[in-house]
């Protein structure tokens, strides 16, 4: 199992960025998909959640910014971040659950005027 996330850099505070994740060596449309985040020296947190079904769970402090969605013919999972602000500065990883949990390296997210 592969995961390979993409899209992270620089923005401007109020700024946008589309993270994805492509997964490979899985049954992917069956597979709940994640997106956790980490600032260094801290716990990673988890972000959003997409379960096969589409049903979405974000945590409190990105709800109404961040959107996850998924393409399960292409096998990626989409991370849509709006109105971005500093404190979203962090590595951004994809994870699911398959066999044992499995990550993808992240990608950087930086905000920054």
């Known amino acids: 199992v592969q995961l390979q996330a993409s899209g992270g850099g620089l923005v401007q505070p109020g700024g946008s960025l589309r993270l994805s994740c492509k997964a490979s060596g899985m049954v992917f449309k069956i597979a709940a998909m994640n997106w956790y985040r980490q600032i260094p020296g801290s716990q990673r947190e988890w972000v959003a959640r997409?379960?096969?079904?589409?049903?979405?769970t974000y945590t409190d402090s990105v709800k109404g910014r961040f959107t996850i969605s998924r393409d399960n013919a292409r096998r990626t999972v989409y991370l849509q971040m709006n109105s971005l602000k500093p404190e979203d500065t962090a590595v951004y990883y994809c994870q699911t659950y398959w066999g044992m949990d499995r990550w993808g390296k992240g990608t950087l997210v930086t905000v920054s005027s």
């Open positions: 997409i379960s096969d079904g589409h049903t979405t």
